[in-house]
């Protein structure tokens, strides 16, 4: 366990701007910043960072959290990991108390495999740098083949797998790394012949895989040999720290390059983006030689909404990637292509121009992808009215991805001018496309806003009710209740308000309110979390007394994450609550949250405990059912229902003076 003197520091020197803006491109926004949210897919930014606060919150998806949550949903750690991560950053040293045997026993088993990963690429660095198979068949491969420099070795981690077949394996045995977590990594296979272990990647250089962070997730090898029957590359499996459709190579050290220049260009391999970085070309990324898939693209945008695509000179797979880049469409990003001269591709190219040369071969050659596709396949279908028509076809697919109608319509009438086809028959095809394969109701949304839009004006304004961004009524639950409570507290516990008692007006604070309404009746919340932060608030509140504002860092910085995530999603859930100008510009008087305290506090509070007393009387109507029961207890059971119903009548009434 890190003792709490480091998570205070921990959480004082974190930025919560700087580390959300390694994971996504964030913009000013009055005293915040904004994003689309990293969690969930979206078009328009919802996704808020606080640094007053130090917190964010994703008014799309409810997701919300201090810095070290965020890192624990982004690299998928548990909190300790994340409080490391993040004081790593920091140069904040980590002082952990001794752990029980079963907090041992609960050891992360996604930690073990990422404490592999990094043992297993430093022991392939040492052994491409120190022992000479590595010097004489690794480091010559890379040095004079491929002209990387030695900084540039040691910048990705480039290492060597040994040729003897088990090596690896029984190093990493000897050092106390186990068997088991060699094979989820897949570092090492199991023998047929003997059970034994031998290494996945023998007798290959290899390239180290980065997740965003910049934890090893993964490794690609790369055979030497001209055997025919080797496979060229060997890759790391699927495992609990890597999937292949979430990670680009090559981001980790791109991504501020990405940010800075607004797009990113997308290659295929891992040489073709070392290469570039060596040139001087930092914003490159890889797919790896896999199929582009949605969960990259979507890694990419976090970042940029601009890519542009280089294509070897070449290249016989044109045509099958085009359908990963109507993917890129799809997601609203702005896809550029750029054809190399042949024979070149992008580590040769990189290779052999200076990094200006680069850029401006990019600036000069790069074109608009649909314009490029739709060049590309006339080519193809020159003379051909049958291949013609597929091939309109063709582009109808690619535009009818493209989310923005603007954007839509601006391609329609490229393509309508390239092909030579009525603008009009392109539109309709699109519009029919849409509708068949995305669900597209943009006619109908318009017309509907339209009606509404006419409605408004010709409607007499009506003074609004109050509104709750949750409202609780009688048959809310428990969850529902104990929420409503703790935000009534955390927002307005120092707060008073006024209430008539007779003829009187009484002057309540909140907190106290709350506190002695329930403890008079030693009624526990049920939601642990909940239940947490009311014991926090309370001993705060007990030595501050009333009146006086309980900090919120105590909850947002919380040692348990859940807490933390609750108070961010509660102290935030009104935050984009703005009233109607209309009702303003009527001189319209709209209520706030806070000027309803006199009727929201004792309304939570008296619903949660008729919901408590609806429980204990369905409860004991469950007991009656035994037909065994003696009748003296039969008796005290019935008396006990009726004190209860007795008690409902009364809180039902209450509760009737308070709605009206």
């Known amino acids: ?88 950053r920091y140069g904040i040293e980590v002082k952990e108390e001794a752990m029980t045997e079963e907090e041992l026993r609960r050891n992360d088993d996604r930690e073990s495999m990422f ?19 590595g010097i004489n068949v690794g480091l010559a491969y890379f040095r004079q083949k491929r002209g990387l420099t030695d900084a540039t070795i040691k910048k990705f981690g480039l290492g060597f797998c040994p040729s003897k077949g088990d090596r690896m394996s029984q190093d990493a045995l000897a050092a106390g790394y186990k068997r088991e977590f060699l094979l989820s990594t897949g570092l090492s296979l199991v023998s047929e012949r003997n059970g034994g272990l031998y290494d996945r990647f023998r007798d290959r250089v290899i390239f180290p895989v980065h997740n965003i962070s910049g934890r090893i997730v993964a490794f690609g090898g790369r055979t030497l040999r001209t055997d025919k029957q080797v496979a060229k590359y060997q890759n790391s499996p699927e495992s609990e720290i890597y999937s292949k459709k979430r990670e680009l190579y090559g981001l980790y050290f791109a991504k501020k390059a990405i940010q800075q220049q607004n797009f990113a260009i997308m290659v295929e391999g891992y040489l073709d983006v070392i290469s570039m970085h060596q040139a001087g070309i930092e914003n490159v990324v890889a797919s790896s030689g896999t199929s582009l ?27 099958a990637s085009l359908r990963g880049i109507d993917m890129i469409l799809k997601e609203g990003m702005n896809v550029r292509v750029v054809l190399l001269p042949e024979p070149e591709d992008p580590d040769s190219f990189a290779r052999s121009h200076t990094a200006a040369e680069v850029q401006e071969y990019i600036r000069a050659n790069e074109q608009d992808f649909l314009e490029f596709k739709a060049r590309l396949l006339l080519q193809d279908a020159q003379g051909d009215p049958i291949r013609k028509a597929a091939l309109i076809g063709d582009m109808v697919q690619s535009i ?14 490229e393509c309508s001018r390239i092909m030579d086809i009525d603008e009009q028959i392109l539109i309709g095809e699109v519009a029919r496309k849409r509708l068949t394969t995305s669900g597209d109701r943009e006619t109908d949304d318009f017309l509907r806003r339209q009606a509404a839009a006419r409605q408004r004006e010709t409607a007499q304004p009506q003074r609004p009710e109050a509104e709750y961004a949750q409202k609780v009524e009688a048959g809310s639950s428990f969850e529902a209740l104990e929420r409503e409570i703790v935000k009534y507290l955390l927002k307005y516990g120092h707060c008073s308000f006024d209430f008539k008692e007779g003829r009187t007006m ?15 009746d030693q009624i526990v919340f049920r939601n642990p979390i909940y239940a947490k932060i009311m ?23 919380h040692i348990d994450p859940q807490v933390c995530s609750a108070a961010v999603d509660i102290l935030t859930s009104d935050d984009n609550y703005v009233p109607s100008e209309l009702w303003k510009r009527k001189e319209i008087h709209v209520e706030s949250e806070a000027e309803m305290l006199a009727v929201g506090v004792p309304k939570a509070v008296t619903l949660y405990k008729s919901k408590v007393v609806q429980a204990l009387i369905k409860e004991l109507s469950d007991r009656l059912k035994d037909e065994t029961l003696p009748e003296a207890e039969m008796n005290d059971i019935l008396q006990r229902m009726n004190n209860y119903n007795q008690v409902k009548a009364t809180m039902a009434k209450k509760l009737d003076r308070l709605i009206l």
Not at 400 to 413: L, W
Not at 506 to 520: H, M, T
Not at 544 to 555: I, K, M, Q, R, T
Request: glycine residues 8%; contains cysteine; hydrophobic residues 40%.
């Open 1 to 88: 366990m890190i003792d709490r003197e480091t998570v205070d520091r921990i959480y004082a020197a974190a930025n919560i701007v700087d580390i959300v803006g390694d994971y996504v491109t964030l913009k000013r926004k009055g005293v915040n910043y904004v994003a689309c949210c990293p969690f969930h897919n979206e078009k328009t930014p919802s996704f808020v960072v606080s640094p007053s606060k130090g917190v964010y919150k994703c008014f799309g998806c409810g997701k919300g959290g201090n810095a070290v949550t965020f890192v624990m949903e982004q690299e998928g750690v548990s909190y300790p990991e994340a409080l490391k991560m993040v004081a790593k």
């Open 535 to 557: 014991a926090v608030y309370r001993e705060q509140w007990e030595l501050s007394g009333p009146g006086v504002e309980v900090p919120a860092h105590l909850f947002l910085n």
């Open 506 to 520: 009484v002057s309540c604070n909140v907190a106290e309110v709350i506190f002695s309404e329930l403890s008079d």
């Open 293 to 319: 898939t949605t969960e990259q693209i979507r890694l990419l945008g976090r970042f940029t909404k601009n890519i542009t695509v280089i294509y070897d000179g070449d290249s016989a797979g044109i045509h």
């Open 115 to 133: 404490v592999l990963n990094g043992w297993a690429a430093e022991y392939f660095a040492n052994y491409l740098h120190r022992d000479s198979e």
């Open 400 to 413: 009818a991805q493209i989310p923005d109608s603007i954007q839509r319509s601006v391609y329609i009438k």
